[in-house]
């Protein structure tokens, strides 16, 4: 049986250390479902498909990925696609809290779905879209922290 992974998040934008976890996540299961989750509750600064197109242009070079996205219910989207793991990336302790109760919530209601957390690399445990997203309006350097296209897409957006 394939091993399938989901790595799901809102992705807005998609930075170097999601890259990361990807490529990494790539490595272990035979399929990588990248799935941007269409919060409607949220604010966001990218549409649902714009975040996709940035999430496909950034991870162009890395094999058995797929991408999609999805509302509702994460166990439902799971169930639908037949997954085998979520995939969520850690970063600092500060994550753990949260990420260690939608972990145990999922299992409850999932016991088959496994959370599978990969480290980021240490370069990126500091980085979050939120980060990129104010240093793009108050226009900082973010060449670092982001691929290519989505430096040029923050800057568009953020231009006069
Ligand atoms: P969410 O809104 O679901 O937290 P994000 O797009 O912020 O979505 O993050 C998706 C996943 O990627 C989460 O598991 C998050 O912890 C992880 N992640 C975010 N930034 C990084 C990073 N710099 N290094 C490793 N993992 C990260």
Not at 35 to 50: G, P
């Amino acid at each position: 049986m394939s091993k399938i992974a989901i790595y799901p998040g809102s992705f807005d934008p998609i930075t170097n250390g999601h890259v990361d976890v990807i490529r990494r996540a790539a490595c272990l299961f035979d399929k990588v479902i990248v799935a941007v989750l269409s919060n409607v509750d949220k604010q966001n600064m990218f549409t649902v498909s714009e975040r996709l197109a940035l999430i496909k242009a950034s991870t162009a070079d890395i094999p058995r990925l797929e991408y999609d996205s999805f509302d509702g219910l994460l166990v439902d989207y799971a169930a639908q696609k037949k997954v085998t793991a979520i995939v969520r990336g850690l970063r600092v302790v500060s994550d753990f809290d949260y990420e260690f109760q939608m972990a145990m919530t999922n299992r409850q209601i999932a016991p088959q779905l496994e959370t599978v957390f990969l480290m980021t690399d240490a370069k990126y445990s500091f980085l979050s879209s939120s980060l990129v997203r104010q240093l793009a309006q108050f226009h900082g350097t973010i060449n670092q922290f982001v691929p290519g296209v989505v430096a040029q897409a923050l800057e568009k957006k953020f231009r006069g």
